[in-house]
């Protein structure tokens, strides 16, 4: 069965076409700068065919478009027809408290994606646009939503609200909802089938330009960094993270508008605003400090501080731990941050092997560690793709006309 992923930013689409009787992308495609200048389309096709180019596209619907005439362009194609894709999913970043699994799209469901559009203002518009500009591309083929708050749904009430009056709760949907849902599920997954335990109490922390992490017990999510918005919790790429929030007040006093402050917390702060050497890129920030950069030394300092401080308080909500995982950017590629965040931490039973973190091993603890340290790519487009194929197999089997 042939699924199409796609994941639409404010100025990108990103899309990656699978066969998923094995699991294989058949070709990625990027349409990045939508809607600004020198806007780029870079193909890759597992067959070798590369294509990368400057294109006319002024919107996502356009840049979908270029993007299916490539998949079935007769030299550089990967497939005959459009007819051979079974399925679109799409990557939909808020469904509020309305999903807790991936769902085909129809119109009620489209509703509830545009009724979280103040939710996600950034996000859930462009998300909506995709699978408007799919339906009209291409009506035949289903589509089906999968949304990055969906994993979070299973978190309680105790670890979701916020210290302030409950009908703010009720009236504004004011909660925790976490988000790199469909990160932490597919990492806490594979990381259950490696170490071949169902009952386990698990850490991922997503550690790439956005970061968080996540405490998953028995493959279910019982709290995470990410809160209201993504701006919450660790320190990240340009986010400040957590922060005391009459630090807002205070610079209002100070004369900072509060889109000055929403700017600068989400945009300039973190470590692109702690290092402040120019970049939010960990490598440079990395390279800074071992040139001697007091503040690019801090800025690590703090990210690795933020880091401990989360993996001791989930240890305590998971009473006990088996796993902590790396993933994503970071976490994936950085031993050096491995190293540091695990270093001291023996006394939760995590002790790192050197050698093996160093050679980037898929289990990088010792033999003695009563905690097992793993490091697990994630791949989101290809969960995606496999709930996408759920989701339709389900209809199928329920007897439903697709
Ligand atoms: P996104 O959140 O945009 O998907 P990624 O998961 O790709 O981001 O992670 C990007 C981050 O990963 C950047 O900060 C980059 O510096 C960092 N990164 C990638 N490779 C390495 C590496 N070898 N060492 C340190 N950091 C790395």
Redesign the pocket.
């Given at each position: 069965m042939y699924i199409l992923v796609v994941n639409l930013g404010s100025s990108s689409a990103k899309t990656t076409l699978y066969d998923m009787e094995n699991e294989a992308p058949l070709a990625d495609c990027t349409v990045e700068r939508i809607g600004l200048d020198n806007t780029h389309l870079s193909y890759s096709a597992y067959n070798g065919q590369v294509v990368d180019e400057k294109v006319d596209v002024t919107c996502c619907k356009d840049a979908l478009k270029k993007i299916m005439v490539l998949l079935v362009d007769k030299a550089v194609g990967v497939i005959k027809d459009l007819k051979e894709i079974k399925g679109i999913g799409h990557r939909v970043v808020h469904g509020g408290e309305s999903f807790s699994n991936p769902v085909m799209i129809d119109e009620e469901v489209k509703n509830i994606i545009k009724n979280c559009f103040e939710l996600a203002p950034l996000h859930n518009p462009p998300n909506y646009e995709g699978i408007i500009a799919c339906e009209e591309l291409c009506p035949a083929i289903p589509q089906v939503a999968v949304f990055d708050t969906a994993f979070h749904q299973t978190i309680e009430k105790q670890a979701f609200l916020y210290g302030i009056p409950l009908r703010y709760y009720k009236n504004y949907s004011i909660r925790r909802y976490g988000f790199h849902g469909t990160s932490h599920r597919f990492v806490s997954l594979q990381t259950r089938k490696i170490l071949q335990r169902e009952n386990s109490k698990i850490i991922v922390c997503h550690l790439?330009?956005?970061c968080s992490i996540t405490a998953v017990k028995n493959g279910k999510s019982v709290d995470t960094s990410m809160g209201f918005t993504p701006l919450e919790g660790l320190l990240m790429?340009t986010r400040a993270g957590d922060l005391d929030p009459a630090i807002i007040f205070y610079l209002e006093r100070k004369g900072l508008s509060l889109n000055e402050t929403d700017n600068l917390l989400n945009k300039k702060s973190g470590l692109l605003g702690l290092a402040d050497i120019g970049s939010?890129?960990?490598?440079d920030i990395?390279k800074a400090a071992e040139e001697g950069n007091k503040n690019a030394e801090m800025a690590v300092k703090v990210f690795i501080h933020r880091i401990k401080k989360y993996i001791g308080s989930y240890t305590a909500v998971l009473n006990g731990l088996d796993a902590l995982v790396f993933t994503?950017?970071?976490g994936e590629?950085?031993a050096i941050?491995r190293e540091m965040v695990c270093r001291d931490l023996d006394a939760l039973g995590i002790k790192v092997d050197q050698e093996k973190n160093k050679n980037n091993n898929q289990i990088i603890s010792t033999e003695d560690s009563t905690v097992s340290v793993l490091v697990v790519p994630t791949d989101e487009a290809l969960m995606i793709a496999r709930d996408s194929v759920e989701v339709l197999n389900n209809i199928r089997e329920n007897g439903h006309k697709l």
């Open positions: 790439g330009n956005g790429g939010s890129d960990l490598r990395l994503a950017g970071i590629n950085s941050i």
